[in-house]
């Protein structure tokens, strides 16, 4: 008798079970046949009763302990399932259903080892058999050895194409290896074999969501939702889809129904607090976070979402805490040391606001802001060839940027690099003609390559532009209408 499969976040792979060939039963007492009629039935507590019955009454076959097995199984009883089967294996060490089985329990006390030992014990016996090999690749993806695990399942379909689960399992391997499109292949022919699978079409819609699709994920979320109402996991999901959709209103009461049916499920709360927090509603989103913080104190995101609002409420100081918090947690995640690192510097705190954003990029962080705010506070103490370095990463990353062209020419500039300076100044007002800063910045180069004529034209070409204000990620201020002037007038 095989059990539904699960697979997704939060869901367990569930193993399957197999009566053996009738052909292979023996001839037992009537208790024995009295067991096999309760246990089709649904009664296992009588089926348990009578093969015991059966067992106390005189010597009996393989099949008889295999079959109580099965009926302590179905009754939750683990421990007495795994006696029973080892029992019926050593009346007959041929009986591939029975290490099948004995395997499958061993999966569901968490015991993976002993599971695949005796699930490749059972292919030994019965090459042919798809059901161990699809069990086998459920403990392989439990040790987390997908490619063994996909292997398995691959071989459960050659075996038995008609195994919808083999697919769906095999699709969510190949999800977790970021195959996304190789996975909603597998989880359309679960469908297909099986068109009310709610748990296939929630798993295609992940698929879809990591492939970029958020609109058919809402489809196959929805369909999960109408097979399953109370699939509370597909809610939550398609709130996230919704969110990438900017339906925040539907995303919002997708998570409500979620958190009516899990009301302890901390990623729903931290999730509608992120989109309340989207909607320009801080006080709900903080009240979501802190309960979802509540339900989980080492959810690493919801202190990220918290710092982040409290940042956006302009106290740094908390959102420092919740940053600190976070790595605490996670210290390989670079982007927290960026996101704490740019509140040091809403503090004014650039020695500290240095040290996060430069572990941040020495740790592969690619944000561009952080890049150029750490050039620029590499510049402004002095280490030029470092904010150079940086600056030409940014502009060889977002080479149509007239600010990170001036940022490099000021740089540039610093270091005596005149010339190459020059030329990324000129860049900028190419990209941008009305870059005021950079005909400024431009001309004090060209004073120093000894070219007053081109210094003093873009002295007076800067004079013609109106004042700009600094740009939100730099560190400098704008240059003076009254200090053109001066320049001007003192040559």
């Known amino acids: 008798m095989r059990s539904a499969i699960a697979v997704a976040a939060a869901v367990s792979l569930i193993l399957a079970f197999l009566v053996p060939d009738p052909a292979r039963s023996q001839a037992v007492p009537d208790p024995a046949e009295k067991g096999k009629q309760a246990y089709r039935t649904g009664e296992y507590d009588k089926a348990v009763k009578e093969f015991t019955r059966a067992i106390q009454s005189g010597p009996v076959g393989a099949d008889v302990f295999f079959r109580r097995g099965l009926a302590y199984e179905a009754l939750g009883k683990l421990p007495e399932a795994v006696n029973d089967y080892t029992r019926s294996i050593g009346l007959d060490g041929s009986l591939d259903s029975a290490y099948n089985n004995r395997g499958s329990v061993y999966y569901k006390q968490g015991d993976n080892d002993r599971a695949i030992r005796d699930l490749t014990k059972a292919i030994e016996l019965n090459p042919s058999y798809a059901l161990a090999y699809y069990n086998r690749g459920n403990a392989l993806y439990r040790k987390g050895e997908l490619d063994r695990a996909i292997s398995d399942f691959s071989r459960a379909v050659e075996l038995d194409p008609s195994d919808a689960d083999a697919y769906n399992n095999r699709g969510w391997a190949l999800l977790q290896k970021n195959q996304p499109a190789d996975s909603i292949s597998d989880f359309s022919r ?75 499920y901390a990623d729903v709360y931290n999730n509608r607090g992120w989109v309340f927090f989207k909607k320009g509603m801080p006080a709900q989103a903080l009240r979501d976070v802190i309960k979802s913080l509540s339900l989980d104190p080492q959810f690493v995101r919801a202190y990220v979402n918290r710092g982040w609002i409290y940042r956006s409420q302009g106290n740094c100081v908390k959102a420092i805490q919740d940053f600190t918090a976070a790595l605490k947690l996670d210290e390989k995640q670079p982007a927290l040391y960026a996101y704490r690192g740019l509140c040091h510097l809403d503090t004014g705190d650039e020695s500290h606001a240095l040290q996060d954003l430069e572990r941040a990029v ?130």
Do not use: C, W
Not at 208 to 226: C, E, M, R, T, Y
């Open 190 to 264: 679960a469908i297909e074999i099986n068109p009310r699978y709610s748990l296939a079409y929630y798993n295609r819609g992940n698929a879809l969501l990591q492939a970029g699709d958020p609109q058919n994920s809402v489809k196959d979320f929805s369909k999960a939702i109408d097979l399953n109402p109370e699939y509370a996991l597909a809610y939550y999901k398609r709130g996230n889809a919704r969110a990438q959709l900017d339906s925040l209103e539907e995303a919002i009461d997708d998570y409500n129904h979620a958190v009516r049916m899990n009301p302890s």
């Open 362 to 491: 020495s740790m592969n962080h690619d944000d561009p802001e952080v890049i150029m705010l750490l050039g620029a506070l590499k510049e402004k103490s002095g280490d030029y060839d470092r904010a150079i370095d940086l600056f030409t990463r940014y502009v060889n990353e977002q080479p149509n940027d007239a600010v990170g062209h001036f940022d490099l020419g000021v740089a540039l500039g610093k270091a005596g690099r005149f010339r190459e300076s020059a030329h990324e100044l000129s860049k900028a007002i190419e990209i941008d003609p009305r870059f005021r800063d950079a005909y400024f910045k431009r001309a004090i180069v060209h004073e120093f390559l000894g070219d007053a004529q081109r210094a003093r034209g873009d002295l007076s070409a800067a004079l013609n532009l109106p004042e700009t204000k600094p740009e939100p990620r730099s560190l400098r201020e704008p240059i003076s209408t009254a200090h053109v002037r001066e320049i001007l007038s003192s040559r």
